[in-house]
């Protein structure tokens, strides 16, 4: 009786890029953490976390929010980039001064492409940054970021400019640009019309543009779109053709978004897959 061949050892697999959210959980889902790691899915990385908070969270809102201590976001950090290596970091909730300094410290000890979403409020409007950790992301984490991508409020919050007209964004962008990040997209969703955004390097300016949709389920989407940006940016994207490419999806996940328990729903993911 002839024995069969062993059978043929597996190809490895390719490794996908690696993208690191440090950010808060989303007992929801819909946003922070969980947001994160589902984009950097869905555009094709390996998505890794540095928890900095846990909020008690649904679609009616925050109904409560931990920070955890230094230590443990420092050694989640260095496990990560130590062992397994990141090609992309995106940043979320930070929540207090001293996590945004930690951060920012370790951050600015890699050479990878950093996109900064300077959270402030939750989308229902819980605060989810003190106010006093202000001038630590504009002094400390402003300066390491590759792109920077503050919505309206976020830009009243970080520079005191009022924005309610599209040309008045550039002025915005502008005061965003002079904290130090290279790239700065500001988010003119809270403005009438269609959702329009601008990116520019105080050189080069690209307007990014979709149609208003009519879909109140849209918890998450500054996470989403952040880390979309910086899952393009791992795959080697230069930085206005990755924020394009993370617009359009989105805006995709925004059409597709849902409803989930009785308040605001989440954007899907998944949507280029239903």
């Known amino acids: 009786m002839t024995t069969p061949p062993p059978p043929a050892s597996p190809v490895p697999a ?11 959980s989303d007992s929801g889902g819909g946003a922070g953490v969980q ?3 589902k984009a950097m899915l869905a555009l094709g990385t390996h998505g890794m976390s540095v928890l900095t908070a846990v909020t008690a969270q649904n679609s009616l809102g925050v109904r409560g929010a931990w920070e955890l201590p230094l230590d443990a976001i420092r050694a989640q950090f260095r496990a990560v980039v130590d062992d397994i290596g990141v090609q992309a970091v995106k940043t979320g909730m930070l929540a207090s001064p001293e996590i945004v300094e930690t951060v920012a410290e370790l951050l600015a ?13 939750s989308k229902h409007g819980d ?13 400390k984490l402003l300066p390491v970021a590759t792109v920077a991508t503050p919505n309206l409020d976020e830009v009243v919050q970080l520079t005191g400019v009022r924005v309610g007209t599209e040309q008045e964004m550039r002025r915005a962008a502008a005061a965003v640009l002079e904290f130090g990040p290279r790239w700065a997209l500001v988010k003119g969703g809270h403005l009438p019309g269609d959702a329009v955004d601008l990116l520019t390097d105080g050189t080069e300016e690209h307007w990014l543009r979709s149609v208003r949709l009519d879909n109140r389920h849209t918890h998450g989407t500054g996470c989403t779109l952040a880390s979309a940006i ?26 597709a978004g849902y409803p989930l328990g009785t308040g605001i729903g989440p954007v899907d993911h998944a949507w280029r897959w239903r």
């Open 109 to 121: 000890a890699l050479d990878v492409p950093v996109v900064v979403d300077p959270v402030g409020v």
């Open 230 to 255: 910086a899952a393009h940016l791992a795959h080697g994207m230069p930085v206005p053709e990755a924020t394009a490419a993370a617009k359009e999806y989105v805006t995709g996940a925004i059409a």
């Open 35 to 37: 947001a994160d790691l």
């Open 14 to 24: 390719a490794v996908p890029p690696r993208v690191l959210t440090v950010a808060g």
């Open 127 to 139: 605060p989810l940054l003190a106010t006093e950790a202000l001038d630590a992301v504009r002094t």
